[in-house]
DNA sequence: ATGAAAGCGCTAACAC
DNA sequence: GTGTTAGCGCTTTCAT
């Protein structure tokens, strides 16, 4: 084993020259970009195999304007909701030949700025961009949309910015809401997050328009925090007073926190109190009790944000008239399990009064 | 807001000319390489400011011969390890400056391999590298870091193949079976992965020893599967039956699979059977009751591997004499938390005969 | 169907 | 200290 060396990089011209032909004609037959004679193409790969060539794939973009990467931009790779999301966007993009820049943001709007400038002096062909702020990530991100094409993931960012696709928010939020009725709870409360992020916003909105129908005090019963494990646990000792017979939680970080200070209070989930989260994160399903939550169509997120990039035409040759973003909605799906059976114990809704 | 759109970028060409000045001139004062006028300095800047100059990446990278990107090759991102590790690595990489592509492999040794050629291709400066597998993911590596200065992180990949920086396994196993023994643990048992990853293999090796000293039939209560929370659920069915009094586990998805079935049981935890992880995963922290776990030093296992890549050393214009590799083992610690309490409940070892 | 040649935007010799 | 020039490795006219 020794030192990586550069072993002179195989260059076309080494192939071209192995092949007999031209630089030109390597690179016709291995872009396939017009015909070739089939003996020359065929002594042009046998060369290229020979070698070992490789493409450099820096000066290929270089000439072709067209780095065949894109730019991955979110707030916290440590959110437990990413992880899932970036696999699926980096299976879809490299299934194309793309690779993925990734940039963590660290929560903050200015890395973000940062970090999207890095990635564009790199001359990603796009952008995929989860912003950390509906509000203060929209300077940032307007400017980049002006520049590639940029589809934003999971969170809005102001109306006409750019093209985005995320879970209906509002659509989950009823679905749990439905399910709470069905299953005889009657006094639902809501831990949620404040901020202007849009899952934040929509969730809570949802909430007070839904649970109206089930309690008109129900809407009142809200708290706001932030999309964390700690504010579940806190947000217990600000509702439980009120007893509660159902905490919809924001998001399955909070309903973990929540579930958790509700034990340590000797509270019976679900027979006293139901809980519910929102994403279905892997450790929904490890909770005690497990947890009822709604589950992102994270395949199907990365599907249609990769679907959106490659139909957003590269660039007009002139600024040209505002192109209407497009919004893609998907619907998501509600988890049952334990944190939210019935009080009796049954599992079939009819059986409750 | 109108679709994005190529602004004719601006060049150092145009810059030189609105500066009044060659490119070479205006390239020397942005990459500050030699020395220049201060009247002219100020020139260029301004006129850089101006016209919005932002150097072209790519460009540069073809010409310099460094692309200022470092590949990140992980088995799985949904791995809840990897998610501190790759915000760390990102964080310490982007403050030198440089980009982070990042692939996910699939946990399959030939999804890796396609993976780091394609980063080759796109001429990465360096390779930061967790390997799928001590044994197959060999050849691929050994390839990859006879091209690019490669450091392998938090898993090895056979002797002298490459730099690598990880836990020390073997420390931390011991510190598990220390703090067993002194709070009076006698039976333990051990639930970990087979396979070659060397994380595995370190870990049940260590508890294999470790265990000998606190009951000699201690080595042979050993299952092995994968390093998964079904694993551990299956796992307990497995080794229940022979009542041990401790539950070490391989990994902290083990455990929390162990803690979550013994619960179904309806075995006493702690005061019944302790149970261990490894890793300390977010989800050690929120499982009930909390894990006792080994704490790996992400931060510095970040700042370690992007130290040992900046100072291996770029190429060798000929192969040279073999360059011995680096292996960095740092330091874990534990982190004990209820699920070892000592049976009597109480916290300090003396207290438990 | 193929080759010659012109760059993509930048850096780095090499002159002065 | 600054300008001129020659490429980095590739794609893409434009000839033939």
Redesign the interface.
């Known amino acids: 084993?020794?030192?990586?060396?550069?072993?002179a990089e195989v260059t076309l011209r080494d192939v071209a020259r192995a092949a007999g032909c031209s630089v030109a004609t390597v690179s016709r037959v291995l872009a396939g970009t017009r015909p070739v004679g089939a003996e020359t193409a065929r002594a042009v790969r046998a060369a290229a195999d020979r070698l070992g060539y490789?493409?450099?794939?820096?000066?290929r973009?270089?000439r072709s304007r067209s780095?065949?990467?894109v730019g991955?931009v979110l707030p916290?790779?440590?959110n437990?909701f990413?992880?899932?999301l970036?696999?699926e966007l980096?299976?879809a993009l490299?299934a194309e030949g793309r690779?993925?820049?990734?940039?963590?943001c660290?929560d903050d709007p200015a890395t973000e700025a940062t970090?999207i400038?890095?990635?564009?002096?790199?001359?990603v062909d796009a952008l995929l961009l989860i912003p950390v702020d509906e509000r203060r990530s929209r300077d940032a991100v307007?400017a980049a949309?002006?520049?590639?094409?940029?589809v934003l993931l999971d969170r809005g960012c102001g109306p006409?910015?750019a093209d985005s696709v995320a879970v209906d928010n509002a659509a989950g939020m009823a679905l749990v809401l439905e399910h709470l009725a069905a299953t005889g709870r009657r006094r639902p409360c809501f831990v949620g997050a404040a901020g202007t992020a849009s899952a934040a916003v929509e969730r809570r909105v949802a909430y007070a328009a839904g649970a109206a129908a089930l309690d008109p005090a129900a809407p009142q019963r809200t708290v706001l925090g932030d999309f964390s494990?700690e504010w579940g646990r806190a947000a217990v000792d600000r509702i439980w007073s009120a007893r509660p017979d159902a905490v919809v939680c924001a998001n399955d970080l909070i309903a973990?926190g929540a579930l958790?200070r509700l034990?340590q209070l000797g509270a019976d989930v679900p027979g006293e109190v139901a809980v519910t989260g929102f994403d279905d994160v892997?450790?929904a399903g490890?909770?005690?009790p497990a947890l009822t939550t709604v589950r992102q169509p994270v395949a199907e997120l990365a599907a249609e944000a990769a679907r959106l990039l490659a139909h957003r035409?590269a660039?007009?040759?002139?600024?040209?008239?505002?192109?209407p973003?497009r919004t893609v909605r998907l619907a998501p799906e509600l988890v049952v399990r334990g944190s939210s059976a019935p009080a009796d114990g049954g599992s079939d809704p009819r059986t409750t009064p």
Chains 1, 2 share one sequence.
Do not use: C, K, W, Y
């Not at 690779?99 to 963590?104: H, I, Q």
């Not at 400038?117 to 001359?123: E, F, P, S, V, Y």
């Open positions: 084993m020794e030192g990586h060396t550069v072993v490789r493409p450099n794939e820096v000066a973009a270089l780095t065949g990467t991955l916290q790779i440590t437990p990413f992880p899932s970036v696999r980096e299976h490299h690779a993925v820049l990734l940039a963590d660290d970090r400038a890095a990635l564009l002096d790199r001359r307007a949309a002006a520049r590639v094409p940029l006409g910015v494990v973990a958790q034990r892997p450790l490890l909770a005690d035409p660039a007009a040759p002139i600024p040209g008239p505002r192109r973003v």
